[in-house]
C-alpha cells in the first residue's frame, strides 16, 4: 500500500482512486504529479477546501439534528409557567451568537463554565477542575460557537493554533488577536461584534487582560490545561 499523494489515506496498488478525496492514484496519475510538482499543490489545496467544506456541513447537520431534537422535546412537554431548563439550556448563547454578539456570548458561556463546574463564588477553575469538566457540556458549547461562527471562533479552532504554534502562549495569541505590535490586549479590547479574528472567542484561561490568569494561575498555564481536553486531531474537532 502507498499513501494518496493528495491526502495521505492509503491506498492499495490495484485501486484507480482514493476512497476519501477521489484523486486518480494510478501509477499514471502518481507519474504526472512527480513531473509536474505544481499539480501536486493545486490538488491538496483544493482538498482541503473541500475538507473543511464538509467538515463544517457535517458540524452543522449535528447542531440542526440537536435544535430539532430540543424542539420536539418542547412540543411533547406542558409547562404551568415556564419550559423546563433543559429545552432552553442554550438558547441565550444561541441567540448572542447568531446576532454576532460575542462578547455577551463569551459572558455567557464563561458563566455557563462556572455553574456546572460548581465553585460556587469562586470565578475560576482550577487544573483538576479543568481535566474533569464534562466532554458533553463543553462539546456542546464549542459546537455553537463553531457553527454559527462559520467555523472561525470555538475551543476547537483555537485548539488547532494552539498546537500549531507549539504551546508557545505568545505566539498563540498574536494569532488569535489578544495581542496586538507586542501590547496584551484588555477584555474591553476584544472585538465584540461583527468580524473577528480566527480564534478570537470564547475566552477561558483569562477575565482581564491577556497577560493576566484567574485564581492562582497565569494565563498560559490555564490555556494549557483548557487546551489538553483538545488533543491535536486530523480534523480539529473533540
Not at 456546572?116 to 469538566?133: D, H, S
Amino acid at each position: 500500500m502507498s499513501p494518496c499523494p493528495i491526502c495521505g489515506t492509503d491506498c492499495q496498488e490495484d485501486w484507480l482512486s482514493c476512497p476519501r478525496c477521489g484523486w486518480d492514484v494510478t501509477p499514471e496519475s502518481r507519474g504526472a504529479i512527480a513531473e509536474n510538482p505544481s499539480h501536486l499543490y493545486w490538488g491538496r489545496s483544493l482538498w482541503q477546501r473541500l475538507d473543511q467544506e464538509v467538515t463544517l456541513n457535517r458540524r452543522l447537520a449535528m447542531l440542526e439534528q440537536r435544535l430539532f431534537d430540543l424542539e420536539q422535546r418542547q412540543q411533547m412537554l406542558t409547562w404551568p409557567t415556564q419550559p423546563s431548563d433543559s429545552d432552553w439550556l442554550y438558547s441565550p448563547l444561541a441567540t448572542y451568537l447568531s446576532q454576532q454578539n460575542w462578547r455577551e456570548a463569551d459572558g455567557w458561556t464563561w458563566q455557563r463554565i462556572l455553574e456546572v463546574a460548581q465553585v460556587g463564588e469562586r470565578l475560576w477553575l482550577e487544573p483538576e477542575e479543568i481535566a474533569n469538566f464534562p466532554q458533553q457540556e463543553l462539546q456542546a458549547l464549542d459546537e455553537l460557537w463553531y457553527s454559527y461562527s462559520q467555523g472561525a471562533l470555538g475551543w476547537s479552532v483555537q485548539a488547532d493554533i494552539w498546537w500549531e504554534s507549539a504551546g508557545q502562549y505568545s505566539q498563540f495569541c498574536d494569532r488569535v488577536g489578544w495581542r496586538s505590535q507586542g501590547t496584551w490586549l484588555y477584555y474591553d479590547d476584544l472585538y465584540s461584534q461583527g468580524d473577528a479574528p480566527r480564534g478570537h472567542f470564547p475566552i477561558l484561561p483569562w477575565r482581564k487582560r491577556s497577560c493576566y490568569g484567574v485564581g492562582g494561575f497565569t494565563a498560559a498555564e490555564l490555556l494549557d490545561h483548557w487546551m489538553a481536553r483538545f488533543p491535536p486531531s486530523h480534523d480539529g474537532g473533540i
